[in-house]
């Protein structure tokens, strides 16, 4: 939960510690990485971390990392998984790592939450607030480390299985498998893991007016207003086709390490991962649909026409690390990373025959070829000449590659750089002093400066102190500078270095963005230390993003990116941990954004923060009825928000309860049964939860050795 690491688990730990079923009441400090880049107790970083256990996971029955966010997290998440937001910043706002490498996908992040498996994953790090300083571009709003499972001498290993559909029909199903094998030798150690995830499109019946003619004076085929051209296809004057909430998705992904010590003080590791994923979706198109019959330099358009959204997306991981413990006290660490990913994109017609089209293929005028190349070079020195202090210094470089390949299309290369260093200084016994700065250059927006600096002051043993100041920067992505392409309403996209004759005529440059943070807060205990029966973590927030790059729309023909002003957040985030007993406990957490507005904006349209509710709140009642069995019902309530900038129409409040239940028979070792019900009471809209399938049952189980 908020700001707690191993929250959720009802102080009772039937992990690695607790296998033999026996309670051990109150929780272990935990120590977190991505707030410093260096192993530090959570309770005496500056900044807000969240962090989610393998064993919350476990419990609930979470597959994906979107219902991992969604079940354990504060920050809010859409019910489809494809949009999130930290403290009410943009999705593209937060860095993604796993094990400390950047996740290469979509510059929108659109699907990575729903890509990214949680059965092998020892904990989840959110950073809340910029974190540049260590992390360079990209991380205005925050970042989520995903930290998987180390191996050890001898074999270990896991497997998972679960399966689900919607309650009152059996529809919307969704199957998830994963293994995952590590082990080895004192000196040379292996993982070895495997995933795979198919679900069923959540599906609705839709009915959509086609429509044609010039803006303005849009008619129906058989209208007499009709233009004569119409005659020519066999066009009617509505369609009606089972609609998509929610893509159909199939994703796989394989992949595996090895690592070797060459002595006590330096050891080597290989990483190498492969993701295939085929994703679909038939949707009403309200925007401009090609017809077969050519006019002018384009084709006669019609609207409101069915059409199906294919993608095909490939996603290649290498990487080399070298570790070197010089001396006692400094320890060196290199990485290169390269990371391919290749997107294969269709948007076919479905009544393609009505259009005039002789196959399907024909009638796709939006397909996309792209391939992504990143290839990343860091290093990090840790430094700790005595105890009370840890100095880090480093670089980074990286080399970005954006190669379109359908015909006619252009490609574009650039590359970013930075150095950073921090210094972590225990001052005295009660105060923790934390500072750093980064500079980076880049081919595309100049050079820029962050720093960042925090304290943490024991008031008291049962509380602390924390005031953190951090900022962080963008650099314009690929997809903003480079895109040409045609929108899923069939107005073009065209990034800031685009010239397409007789569309948009110049290139516009377009600065970094950038953000800061200013966060107080207190967090602590009550109650007898070693039970720690209640843990307390308050804070308020304000960040300020600078310079933000949007997409505007620049004529009816044509959308571009634009720095578009200044946005801004201020809040306050609680949460609260209590064991009533060893076995019964209550965690609630919420976050308030009193303010998510623009200060300062060139478009006169844009007034709202996209996925910024006001309030989001979650109760979760904890209860370890046996030894055995472990059950939770969780309540989540998301106020209402904004999906768009320019769209006054809000999403609805609403409130999600789920139950689930976990179950380990004494008499088969290692084995994990769980079962859930999300969206118990079947709560439904059509707009905050038009992609939740409802009412929707899980059950599975899970083997470790």
Same mark, same amino acid.
Not at 407 to 420: I, K, P, T
Not at 566 to 595: C, H, K, N, V, Y
Not at 660 to 666: D, E, I, L, N, V
């Given at each position: ?136 571009? &990209? ?72 429509? !044609? ?5 849009? !008619?129906?085929? =058989? ?94 991981? !290498? ?18 990373? $390269? ?6 994109? =269709? !948007?076919?017609?479905?009544? $393609? ?161 950038? =953000? ?175 992609? &939740? ?13």
């Amino acid at each position: 939960m908020l700001g707690f690491a191993g929250m959720g688990q009802a102080g009772v730990d039937l992990g690695a510690g607790g296998a033999d079923g026996q309670a051990a009441y109150g929780l272990a400090p935990v120590v977190v990485t991505a707030p410093t880049r260096s192993e530090r107790a959570r309770q005496r970083s500056p900044g807000s971390v969240e962090v989610i256990t393998a064993e919350q996971l476990q419990r609930s029955g979470a597959t994906l990392l979107d219902e991992a966010l969604r079940s354990h997290s504060g920050i809010f998440v859409s019910a489809d998984g494809t949009g999130h937001s930290v403290r009410g910043a943009a999705r593209e706002d937060t860095v993604i790592l796993i094990d400390g490498r950047r996740v290469l996908g979509e510059p929108s992040r659109r699907y990575e939450l729903n890509r990214i498996p949680t059965h092998r994953i020892e904990r989840i790090e959110i950073v809340k607030g910029p974190g540049s300083v260590l992390y360079g571009s &990209d991380a205005l709003g925050g970042v989520i480390n995903i930290v998987t499972r180390r191996p050890r001498p001898g074999l270990q290993g896991s497997v998972a299985v679960q399966a689900g559909a919607r309650a009152r029909d059996g529809e919307a199903a969704r199957y998830d498998v994963g293994f995952n094998l590590l082990g080895g030798s004192a000196d040379t150690q292996f993982t070895l893991f495997g995933e795979a995830s198919h679900r069923d499109g959540y599906q609705q019946e839709a009915t959509a007016p086609v429509r !044609v003619g010039p803006a303005g004076n849009r !008619v129906a085929p =058989s209208s007499d207003e009709a233009p004569g051209w119409v005659n020519q296809l066999d066009l009617p004057d509505e369609y009606t086709i089972d609609e998509f909430r929610r893509d159909e998705a199939d994703v796989h992904t394989l992949g595996g390490s090895l690592e070797h010590w060459f002595s006590d003080r330096f050891s080597v590791r290989l990483d190498a991962s492969h993701l295939w994923e085929e994703r679909r979706r038939d949707f009403i198109n309200a925007g401009r649909t090609n017809t077969a019959l050519a006019h002018d330099d384009g084709y006669r358009p019609v609207f409101n026409v069915p059409v199906r959204w294919l993608d095909d997306n490939r996603r290649w991981e !290498v990487a080399a690390s070298a570790d070197w413990q010089a001396t006692a006290g400094l320890a060196l660490n290199h990485r290169i990373h $390269y990371s391919r990913y290749e997107k294969d994109r =269709s !948007v076919p017609v479905i009544p $393609y025959r009505d259009l005039g089209f002789e196959s399907r293929e024909e009638s796709d005028f939006q397909g996309r070829d792209v391939t992504l190349i990143e290839l990343t070079n860091e290093f990090l020195s840790t430094w700790t000449p005595v105890v009370r202090h840890t100095v880090q210094a480093g670089f980074e470089h990286r080399d970005l590659e954006y190669r379109d390949n359908v015909e006619g299309q252009e490609d574009s290369s650039r590359w970013q750089a930075g150095v950073f260093a921090q210094h972590e200084w225990q001052a005295t016994e009660r105060l923790d002093i934390i500072y750093g700065a980064r500079f980076d250059d880049a081919s595309v927006g100049g050079d820029n400066t962050s720093v960042e600096g925090g304290v943490v002051y024991a008031l008291a043993p049962q509380a602390s102190l924390r005031v953190n100041y951090a900022q962080g920067f963008k650099y314009p992505d690929l997809r903003a500078l480079s895109a040409d392409t045609r929108t899923p309403r069939g107005d073009w996209m065209l990034g800031a270095d685009v010239i397409r004759e007789g569309i948009k005529d110049e290139a516009h440059a377009l600065a970094p963005e950038q =953000s800061e943070n200013v966060e107080l807060g207190v967090r602590g205990h009550l109650g007898d230390p070693a039970a720690l029966r209640l843990r307390y973590d308050f804070s308020g927030f304000y960040t300020a993003i600078e310079d933000r790059i949007a997409r505007v729309r620049e004529t009816d023909e044509y959308r571009t990116f634009r720095n578009i002003g200044t946005s801004r957040t201020r809040g306050l985030e609680a949460a609260l941990e209590t064991d009533w007993s060893p076995r019964l406990g209550t965690d609630l957490t919420a976050t308030w954004i009193e303010d998510a507005s623009w200060g300062r904006v060139s478009q006169a349209h844009y007034r709202h923060l996209p996925n910024a509710p006001e309030l989001t709140a979650m109760v979760t009642l904890r209860w370890q009825a046996t030894q055995a069995l472990h059950l939770q019902t969780r309540a989540r309530y998301v106020g209402a928000y904004h999906t768009a900038a320019d769209d006054d129409e809000r999403q609805a409040s609403h409130t999600l309860v789920g139950v689930s239940a976990s179950y380990r028979p004494a008499a088969w070792q290692g084995v994990r049964l769980h079962a859930a019900v999300d969206n118990l009471f079947n709560e439904d809209n059509d707009s905050s939860l038009y992609a &939740d399938p409802g009412r929707f049952l899980r059950a599975g189980a899970t083997y470790q050795f």
